[in-house]
């Protein structure tokens, strides 16, 4: 390709920039979740365990009665790359947990408690029952929800995301979700069963607010010792840690990926260099004498 | 270069006793130590075994997925989590073969593109050139079936629509839909058979690629210059070490970027609502297509009419396989024609856009003057089906009758030397 086609091909992707620098967002369409820091942002980044077991406790105590995590099993709790509880915490917490078994000699299913390699049980027998308990919306599975959550990112930005690896739009969206209820604006009727989010999509959710009874209305923390770690307890930092807790839920390899990646990419590296310099010194040949080369 | 005699000589018994009753060390040898490559190839060229290599890494990764997917609608989802948690290196398996997917399409892309810039069509490379055609097609059926498979919102409602399009058929067309989705509606029968089909196609597509491999080493490499080689010992170099080097770097280069992906960036080509089990009661906002069917889904929903729009989608693969009879011009190369550089990489543009209509709300403004949309995306998209559809019937038939192009070097050689760079 000579330069002509060259500049051709730059100038059609520049107009293609300047086309649809402003891409309009689809009607109803929450507020853009502002950007939070992650721990597990980047080639390295990797989950900060204190946050994942403060975030386990957040779910636990104002999610789990109605949003289910059934794809993890509680052993995940202490493997590698998790919140690092210890197989004891584990036994333990999993033994609070009663699961359905069976059957048994006589044929009949029994109830007995939890054990490590159980998945957590779902909070609600079946959909018609969650249904019934929630105004008839099913409270949607957590296992992957981190990663079934986003917004548009637009172009180009979401061009750009391939180089800067922003790809938090739901950890994103979840922070901003939980800290996004709000009083409904000035002649907006908000219907019962409803309540007013800026961030999610159309704006009304049937989920109440979960962090509702651990801060006033000023946003004071209800129980200032909430975490044991000494964390200071503030409706963003509960809101980043469960979301936190979620992302690791929903991408429990995410640390062991990462450190295979930096491995593969070196190697990756490496070998083209020596490939380059064998390509260079096998071509030159072609410089003495084309013709011998068969 | 099919004249290009064999020079194979086998150094031990065992060799000799070989090549006396099956000549298969022969056959490799000549086909990819001694085959002769033009010496002017450049980096465009390497996509044919970076394209090979994608297959085959497709068809290991997707084996051993296999062994551990459940294709039933109840368990589907849960059985693609089984494998991201609990199967070791599972997650490496399946985001290998979900980005695999769209590096190849990448790489295929980039080939078809190369081809249609230098003429790699134009006799006597045609039935090399419909081969392709054939498995680009077989290629975006597998692809289509397979993302299907973990039966999230975007495959089931993917599925769902993609189906659909068969129903456009006058008389029987409901009954084709039923018949594809061996029921009422997709569901299980419509999962297990997708699944059947998209293990099956992939070595269907290699047996095409076989074909496609056969007849370009019959007739040999098109080249940048687009003249075809006339003294073997000045024009071309043995494909091996050559080639197999310069292929060898380049497909690690392409392996950084489907690492990159893979291990780091693993979700960007996918879609978040695939995440969120099938529900059929429950239609996604958008249902957009993976980003490599975005072109040919924007021109399917740039025509109002179901049937037109179904036909003018099929019409813009299927239109790939005239080119070397619309292409009237004697020239191979774009290197060498002036005028038809300007077309190609307008047309190039015009596929992007429409990949970017197909990605966006068709009702959604393009083109706003006081507050009142003059151009919504499917005007655009309609303006630009035309454009794409000119490039074919319009411009490459005259573009051959009036172009004059730039004087052709006289051969291979000539035209290294010419750049003043053997490589």
């Given at each position: 390709?000579?330069?002509?086609?060259?500049?051709?091909?730059?100038?059609?992707?520049?107009?293609?920039?300047?086309?649809?620098?402003?891409?309009?967002?689809?009607?109803?369409?929450?507020?853009?979740?502002?950007?939070?820091?992650?721990?597990?942002?980047?080639?390295?980044?990797?989950?900060?365990?204190?946050?994942?077991?403060?975030?386990?406790?957040?779910?636990?105590?104002?999610?789990?009665?109605?949003?289910?995590?059934?794809?993890?099993?509680?052993?995940?709790?202490?493997?590698?790359?998790?919140?690092?509880?210890?197989?004891?915490?584990?036994?333990?917490?999993?033994?609070?947990?009663?699961?359905?078994?069976?059957?048994?000699?006589?044929?009949?299913?029994?109830?007995?408690?939890?054990?490590?390699?159980?998945?957590?049980?779902?909070?609600?027998?079946?959909?018609?029952?969650?249904?019934?308990?929630?105004?008839?919306a099913v409270p949607p599975d957590f296992s992957v929800i981190a990663k079934a959550r986003s917004y548009e990112r637009g172009f180009p930005t979401y061009l750009f995301?391939?180089?800067?690896?922003?790809?938090?739009?739901?950890?994103?969206?979840?922070?901003?979700?939980?800290?996004?209820?709000?009083?409904?604006?000035?002649?907006?009727?908000?219907?019962?069963?409803?309540?007013?989010?800026?961030?999610?999509?159309?704006?009304?959710?049937?989920?109440?607010?979960?962090?509702?009874?651990?801060?006033?209305?000023?946003?004071?923390?209800?129980?200032?010792?909430?975490?044991?770690?000494?964390?200071?307890?503030?409706?963003?930092?509960?809101?980043?840690?469960?979301?936190?807790?979620?992302?690791?839920?929903?991408?429990?390899?995410?640390?062991?990926?990462?450190?295979?990646?930096?491995?593969?990419?070196?190697?990756?590296?490496?070998?083209?260099?020596?490939?380059?310099?064998?390509?260079?010194?096998?071509?030159?040949?072609?410089?003495?004498?084309?013709?011998?080369?068969? | 270069?099919?004249?290009?005699?064999?020079?194979?000589?086998?150094?031990?018994?065992?060799?000799?006793?070989?090549?006396?009753?099956?000549?298969?060390?022969?056959?490799?040898?000549?086909?990819?130590?001694?085959?002769?490559?033009?010496?002017?190839?450049?980096?465009?060229?390497?996509?044919?075994?970076?394209?090979?290599?994608?297959?085959?890494?497709?068809?290991?990764?997707?084996?051993?997925?296999?062994?551990?997917?459940?294709?039933?609608?109840?368990?589907?989802?849960?059985?693609?989590?089984?494998?991201?948690?609990?199967?070791?290196?599972?997650?490496?398996?399946?985001?290998?073969?979900?980005?695999?997917?769209?590096?190849?399409?990448?790489?295929?892309?980039?080939?078809?593109?190369?081809?249609?810039?230098?003429?790699?069509?134009?006799?006597?490379?045609?039935?090399?050139?419909?081969?392709?055609?054939?498995?680009?097609?077989?290629?975006?059926?597998?692809?289509?079936?397979?993302?299907?498979?973990?039966?999230?919102?975007?495959?089931?409602?993917?599925?769902?629509?993609?189906?659909?399009?068969?129903?456009?058929?006058?008389?029987?067309?409901?009954?084709?839909?039923?018949?594809?989705?061996?029921?009422?509606?997709?569901?299980?029968?419509?999962?297990?058979?997708?699944?059947?089909?998209?293990?099956?196609?992939?070595?269907?597509?290699?047996?095409?690629?076989?074909?496609?491999?056969?007849?370009?080493?019959?007739?040999?490499?098109?080249?940048?210059?687009?003249?075809?080689?006339?003294?073997?010992?000045?024009?071309?170099?043995?494909?091996?070490?050559?080639?197999?080097?310069?292929?060898?770097?380049?497909?690690?280069?392409?392996?950084?970027?489907?690492?990159?992906?893979?291990?780091?960036?693993?979700?960007?080509?996918?879609?978040?609502?695939?995440?969120?089990?099938?529900?059929?009661?429950?239609?996604?906002?958008?249902?957009?297509?993976?980003?490599?069917?975005?072109?040919?889904?924007?021109?399917?929903?740039?025509?109002?009419?179901?049937?037109?729009?179904?036909?003018?989608?099929?019409?813009?693969?299927?239109?790939?396989?005239?080119?070397?009879?619309?292409?009237?011009?004697?020239?191979?190369?774009g290197a060498y024609r002036p005028a038809f550089k300007i077309f190609f990489w307008v047309f190039v543009l015009v596929a992007i856009l429409l990949g970017y209509t197909?990605?966006?709300?068709?009702?959604?403004?393009?083109?706003?003057?006081?507050?009142?949309?003059?151009?919504?995306?499917v005007g655009f998209a309609q303006i630009l089906t035309v454009m794409y559809f000119a490039y074919f019937v319009v411009v490459l038939p005259l573009l051959g009758l009036?172009?004059?192009?730039?004087?052709?070097?006289?051969?291979?050689?000539?035209?290294?030397?010419?750049?003043?760079?053997?490589?």
């Open positions: 390709m000579n330069s002509l086609s060259r500049s051709l091909g730059v100038a059609a992707i520049v107009a293609t920039g300047f086309a649809f620098a402003a891409p309009a967002f689809a009607a109803g369409a929450g507020e853009k979740p502002p950007r939070q820091t992650w721990s597990f942002y980047g080639p390295f980044g990797t989950y900060d365990k204190a946050q994942l077991q403060r975030g386990f406790k957040v779910y636990r105590e104002n999610c789990a009665s109605c949003h289910g995590l059934s794809k993890l099993s509680f052993r995940n709790l202490s493997e590698p790359g998790g919140p690092g509880f210890t197989d004891g915490q584990v036994r333990t917490l999993a033994a609070e947990y009663k699961v359905k078994d069976g059957p048994n000699e006589a044929g009949d299913m029994f109830e007995r408690p939890a054990r490590p390699s159980d998945r957590f049980p779902k909070p609600f027998a079946n959909d018609e029952l969650a249904k019934a308990a929630n105004n008839g995301d391939i180089v800067t690896q922003y790809q938090q739009q739901g950890p994103d969206y979840i922070t901003a979700l939980l800290t996004g209820y709000e009083a409904p604006p000035k002649g907006v009727k908000v219907e019962d069963g409803l309540h007013w989010n800026k961030y999610f999509p159309g704006n009304k959710i049937a989920m109440s607010n979960p962090l509702l009874a651990m801060f006033d209305d000023a946003g004071k923390a209800s129980d200032p010792n909430y975490y044991t770690d000494g964390t200071p307890v503030t409706k963003l930092q509960v809101a980043k840690d469960v979301t936190a807790f979620l992302m690791w839920a929903a991408e429990p390899k995410m640390e062991e990926r990462k450190r295979t990646g930096v491995k593969v990419m070196l190697w990756l590296i490496v070998l083209a260099g020596l490939l380059f310099m064998l390509k260079k010194r096998i071509w030159s040949r072609l410089d003495a004498e084309p013709s011998k080369a068969h | 270069m099919g004249e290009h005699h064999s020079t194979y000589v086998p150094n031990t018994g065992i060799e000799r006793w070989i090549d006396a009753r099956l000549p298969i060390v022969r056959l490799m040898h000549d086909s990819a130590v001694s085959y002769p490559v033009p010496r002017n190839l450049n980096y465009f060229w390497t996509f044919g075994g970076i394209l090979m290599f994608m297959l085959v890494s497709q068809i290991i990764t997707g084996i051993v997925l296999v062994m551990h997917y459940t294709p039933h609608v109840d368990y589907a989802f849960s059985s693609v989590e089984h494998i991201m948690r609990d199967v070791n290196y599972g997650w490496l398996m399946r985001y290998a073969h979900a980005n695999g997917a769209s590096m190849f399409f990448i790489a295929v892309y980039i080939h078809i593109f190369r081809g249609m810039y230098y003429g790699s069509y134009k006799a006597p490379r045609e039935l090399l050139w419909i081969l392709g055609v054939v498995i680009f097609l077989l290629m975006m059926a597998t692809a289509f079936m397979g993302y299907v498979l973990p039966w999230g919102q975007m495959s089931f409602w993917g599925a769902t629509v993609i189906t659909n399009l068969f129903s456009a058929i006058p008389v029987v067309g409901e009954a084709i839909v039923t018949w594809l989705w061996g029921g009422y509606s997709v569901d299980n029968p419509t999962l297990n058979r997708f699944f059947s089909l998209h293990y099956l196609l992939p070595f269907m597509i290699f047996g095409v690629v076989i074909l496609h491999v056969w007849a370009l080493h019959h007739v040999g490499q098109n080249n940048p210059s687009g003249v075809e080689v006339k003294n073997y010992k000045k024009d071309t170099v043995p494909f091996t070490p050559f080639a197999t080097v310069k292929d060898a770097f380049a497909l690690v280069c392409f392996l950084m970027v489907f690492a990159w992906f893979v291990f780091f960036h693993p979700n960007f080509l996918g879609h978040a609502d695939n995440y969120i089990p099938a529900d059929p009661l429950k239609t996604p906002a958008h249902i957009v297509p993976e980003w490599y069917f975005l072109p040919f889904y924007g021109i399917l929903r740039a025509i109002p009419d179901k049937l037109g729009g179904v036909v003018a989608m099929f019409a813009s693969i299927a239109i790939l396989a005239f080119l070397p009879w619309l292409d009237t011009s004697k020239v191979k190369s197909g990605s966006q709300p068709t009702d959604q403004a393009v083109l706003t003057l006081g507050g009142r949309t003059i151009l919504d995306m009036f172009e004059k192009p730039k004087p052709l070097p006289a051969s291979i050689a000539d035209s290294v030397l010419a750049s003043g760079h053997a490589h």
